[in-house]
């Protein structure tokens, strides 16, 4: 079951161990907010707001953020079905017109950016994620890509 959080006000808060799963995000608002062996599966924080919020040993899913502004987000730690817990894990995100700024996504072990690759701008990859970003990114900007 989901739940409807959308337009709630996270201040100073800590969620540990939690299953998020269909949650319902939309228009809230988070600052220093930290999660911590967390799952998010279908969440949606469309147009949510979350600033100095760190995201730590979680599993992200089908998450969308489109519209979102993330500033001062990082997501160190690991995926919860991983054996080695040290970076997080970002599957399938959507950041369709989102606006980021000082969001560190250096420490996650893979982002699976379906859409919106062009808003990333204003994070912070590692060197090995720009080459998972690649072609992404050449799609989003015409380049076509052989070697043949």
Do not use: N, Y
């Amino acid at each position: 079951m989901s739940s409807d959080l959308a337009e709630t006000t996270w201040l100073d808060t800590e969620c540990r161990s939690s299953l998020l799963a269909g949650t319902q995000l939309h228009g809230s608002q988070m600052r220093r907010t930290v999660f911590h062996h967390c799952k998010f599966d279908s969440v949606t924080l469309r147009a949510a707001q979350l600033r100095d919020v760190t995201v730590a040993d979680c599993l992200l899913r089908e998450v969308d953020v489109a519209g979102a502004t993330l500033t001062g987000v990082t997501f160190p730690g690991t995926a919860l079905d991983r054996v080695d817990f040290t970076k997080a894990t970002l599957a399938r995100v959507d950041f369709t017109k989102a606006t980021l700024a000082r969001v560190d996504l250096r420490e996650a072990t893979s982002l699976g950016v379906t859409s919106g690759v062009e808003a990333l701008k204003g994070a912070t990859i590692s060197t090995l994620q720009l080459f998972d970003l690649a072609p992404a990114l050449a799609q989003h900007i015409g380049v076509t890509v052989k070697d043949s």
